[in-house]
């Protein structure tokens, strides 16, 4: 019986791992909605008048809670008997389920920065994205990407026109 619980704490342990590696997405590129793929983008030209460093918060797409549910039960299923073993699975599901939320949450955090910018038109406006290498100082030359859905991206650089 001791053994088959060390299993099944392994199989949770290890699963979890997983979800949380599996949902961390820390790339060097850029990440676009996908609706914008194909859209067109109104690009404007600007300097950086200020840049401050925001935390974006995490998701919730309920996959942490769902993973930690069932990891619960499993959990919960190796411990007692009867219904002592059912109230058990029913516990180690909602505390599961609420410890995935809260992790899944933890690791979509991202910094980010926003970037305060006068478009050479005159206009000033603010975006917030993910930080990005190398990060936007006041001053710099940068591009702005803007769909019709409202959606905006900040680059290096300006493109002349």
């Known amino acids: ?8 704490l392994t199989f949770a342990i290890s699963a979890t791992g997983i979800l949380l590696v599996g949902c961390s997405s820390r ?6 909605p996908h609706g914008s793929v194909g859209a067109s983008h109104r690009i404007e030209n600007g300097t950086v008048v200020s840049v401050q460093t925001v935390r974006i918060e995490g998701n919730s797409s309920y996959v942490g809670h769902r993973t930690g549910t069932l990891l619960g039960a499993g959990v919960g299923q190796t411990i007692g008997s009867g219904t002592g073993r059912a109230a058990a699975s029913l516990g180690g599901a909602a505390v599961g389920g ?14 980010g920065q926003e970037i305060t910018i006068e478009l050479d038109r005159g206009r000033l406006i603010a975006i917030v994205q993910e930080k990005v290498e190398p990060t936007f100082r006041p001053g710099d030359r940068v591009t702005v990407l803007e769909t019709p859905s409202g959606y905006s991206m900040v680059r290096h650089g300006s493109t002349e026109m």
């Open 27 to 32: 790339g060097s590129k850029p990440t676009v």
């Open 1 to 8: 019986m001791k053994f088959k619980k060390i299993c099944v």
């Open 98 to 111: 609420l410890v995935g939320l809260v992790a899944e949450e933890a690791v979509t955090k991202k910094d």
